[in-house]
C-alpha cells in the first residue's frame, strides 16, 4: 500500500478545468454550450491547484494596509526606442518592467518596427527577441534587409514560454512574436487558445513585475479588429498600442487605447519604406489632399490627438439613393454621431438628406471622436448636397447640439494657432470660443458661429437659398 500511496504521488501533476467566460461555471471538460447560461463556445481552459501530496503548500504572509501618505512616490524613467513616433504614444519612452501589447493586422508591419526598436536598444542593453513564429535565420534576413547593427541582440526560437525565465538572466528588453504562437505546458490546449494566451500572457506579466524587465508583445486581431484573445490580455497589460493602415499603402497609424504611463489619445504617423519604418512628423500630405477646395463635399477641421492638434480633411459624398432606405457610411466617424448630424440638418437647416446615400470618409485612416468635428462634418455634407466647395483655406470646428447651436469644445487656441501655421486664411468656431482666439485676429480671419444654418450661410452665400 505504502508503495502504491508513494506511485500515485509521484504521478500527480497540475490539473486543469474548463470555465465559462460568461457566467463563470466550471466543467472538468469542454462543452460546445454551457449548460448553466446557455451560451456558445465560452469555455476555456484554465489551470486547477496541484492536487494534495500530503504537503502544506507555503502561503506567503497577508499583505498590511498602509497609509497613502506613506507611500513613496517613484519616479518612472524613460529609454528612448530610437522611433520618435513610437516614443510620442507611449508618452514620451519606454518605463521600465512594463508590458507593452502591439495589436495590428498581418502584413501591416508590427515585427518590423519591433525589430527596429530591439536592433537600437541592443547597442546600450541586453536585448532578446523570442520568435515563435519566424526562424532564427529569418529574423537575421529581416535585419539585414532594414540595414540594421544588431550583433548584440539575442534571438531565440522558442514557442514553450515555460523556458523563457531561463534566459532572461541580465535582459532588460524582451520581444515576443506573438503571444498567439507560444503556449505553457500547464494547458493541454494548442497556442492561441483562449486559455493559453491568458496564462501566457500572466505569467509574462509576473516575470516582468518580478523582474523589472520591459515586454513587448505581439498580438493578433480579429476580423472584426478586436485583438485576438481574452479581453483580460489587455487589462494586464500597461500599454496596448494599435498599428493600424491598409497593407497596400505605405502610411500607418499607430494608436495608443491604453496607456498607464500616459495620454491614450496619442497617435503616431509612419511611413513603410525599403529601409524600413519612419516617423512622419510632416502631416500635410497625408491628412490633407492636393485638390480640396477644388470639388465639394470636404471640409478641414484642426482635430487634438492627445497632446498634439493636426489638421484633417473630412470628405463626404452624397448620391441619389436607388433603394427605399437610404444608406450611410461613414470611416472614421462614429456611425451614429453620422445620423445625429443628418438629423439636425434636416430639421434645422432644411438640408433634405432622406431621399440620398451618404458616405463620409477622413482622410489618411485616422479616426476622430471627439465631437470638435461635428461642424466639420455638417460643412462636407452640406457642401455635398448644394454641389458648391468650402475654400481650401478654411478651416472649421465646433459642437453640435441636437438644436442647431454650436458648442464651445476645449483647446481652441491650439486649434487656431495650428491653423495660422498651415497658412490658412478662414476659422469658423463656437462663438464662446472666440475670447480664445481673439489674439490671433490679426493673422487670420475668425468667425465666430452660435447655429449651424449660420455656419452654412456664412460658407455658402446665395447658394441656400
Known amino acids: 500500500m505504502r508503495a ?30 454551457c ?30 494596509a498602509i497609509p497613502l501618505a506613506a507611500v513613496t512616490s517613484e519616479r518612472y524613467e524613460r ?16 518605463v521600465a518592467g512594463s508590458l507593452i501589447l502591439l ?119 480579429t476580423k472584426e479588429g478586436a485583438l485576438a484573445g481574452p479581453k483580460v490580455l489587455e487589462h494586464i497589460m500597461d500599454t496596448v498600442l494599435y498599428f493600424e493602415g491598409e497593407t497596400q499603402e505605405n502610411f500607418r497609424i499607430l494608436r495608443a487605447v491604453k496607456n498607464r504611463f500616459g495620454n491614450v489619445s496619442e ?3 509612419f511611413e513603410m519604406t525599403e529601409s524600413g519604418i519612419i516617423a512622419v512628423t510632416d502631416y500635410t500630405g497625408i491628412f490633407l489632399s492636393e485638390r480640396r477646395g477644388e470639388e465639394a463635399g470636404s471640409a478641414v477641421t484642426p482635430a487634438l490627438t492627445g497632446a498634439r492638434c493636426m489638421n484633417v480633411e473630412i470628405q463626404t459624398l452624397t448620391a441619389k439613393t436607388a433603394f427605399g432606405l437610404p444608406r450611410r457610411m461613414s470611416l472614421g466617424i462614429d456611425y451614429n454621431k453620422l445620423a445625429l448630424l443628418i438629423a439636425v440638418l434636416e430639421k434645422r437647416c432644411g438640408i433634405a438628406l432622406g431621399g440620398f446615400d451618404v458616405y463620409v470618409n477622413v482622410m489618411g485612416g485616422i479616426k476622430l471622436n471627439e465631437p470638435a ?21 478654411t478651416a472649421v ?13 476645449s483647446s481652441c487656441e491650439k486649434r487656431v494657432a495650428e491653423c495660422v501655421k498651415m497658412g490658412f486664411k478662414r476659422v469658423l468656431l463656437p462663438a464662446k470660443n472666440m475670447k480664445s482666439a481673439v489674439k490671433y485676429a490679426d493673422k487670420i480671419n475668425i468667425v465666430p458661429v452660435l447655429y449651424v444654418n449660420t455656419m452654412i450661410k456664412t460658407l455658402f452665400k446665395g447658394q441656400t437659398e
Not at 51 to 61: E, Q
Open 103 to 221: 495589436g495590428g493586422d498581418p502584413g501591416i508591419g508590427k515585427s518590423t518596427i519591433l525589430t527596429q526598436i530591439a536592433a537600437h536598444l541592443s547597442t546600450a542593453h541586453k536585448v532578446l527577441y523570442l520568435s515563435a513564429e519566424e526562424s532564427c535565420s529569418q529574423v537575421k534576413m529581416r535585419a539585414e534587409r532594414l540595414g540594421l547593427k544588431c550583433g548584440n541582440l539575442l534571438i531565440l526560437n522558442e514557442t514553450c514560454i515555460d523556458g523563457l525565465e531561463n534566459e532572461l538572466d541580465g535582459v532588460e528588453f524582451c520581444v515576443i512574436d506573438s503571444i498567439q504562437a507560444v503556449y505553457t505546458d500547464a494547458l493541454s490546449s494548442s497556442s492561441g487558445s483562449v486559455g493559453q494566451v491568458r496564462e501566457c500572457a500572466s505569467k509574462l506579466m509576473r516575470i516582468a513585475k518580478s523582474r523589472n524587465i520591459t515586454f513587448f508583445i505581439i498580438g493578433h486581431v
Open 35 to 64: 449548460p448553466a447560461c446557455g451560451k456558445f463556445n465560452t469555455f476555456s481552459e484554465e489551470p486547477t491547484a496541484t492536487p494534495d501530496t500530503g504537503k502544506t503548500a507555503h502561503r506567503p504572509a497577508p499583505a498590511k
Open 4 to 33: 502504491r500511496s508513494s506511485k500515485v504521488k509521484k504521478m500527480a501533476k497540475q490539473l486543469t478545468q474548463f470555465v465559462c467566460s460568461e457566467c463563470g461555471n466550471i466543467s472538468p471538460k469542454w462543452l460546445g454550450r
Open 397 to 409: 470646428f465646433g459642437e453640435v447640439g441636437l438644436t442647431g447651436e454650436v458648442r464651445a469644445v
Open 373 to 393: 468635428c461635428d461642424l466639420a462634418v455638417c460643412a462636407a455634407l452640406a457642401s455635398s448636397s448644394l454641389g458648391v466647395p468650402v475654400d481650401k483655406y
Open 267 to 269: 497617435v503616431g504617423v
Open 79 to 94: 529609454t528612448g526606442t530610437g522611433v520618435s513616433e513610437f516614443d510620442n504614444v507611449l508618452g514620451g519612452g519606454i
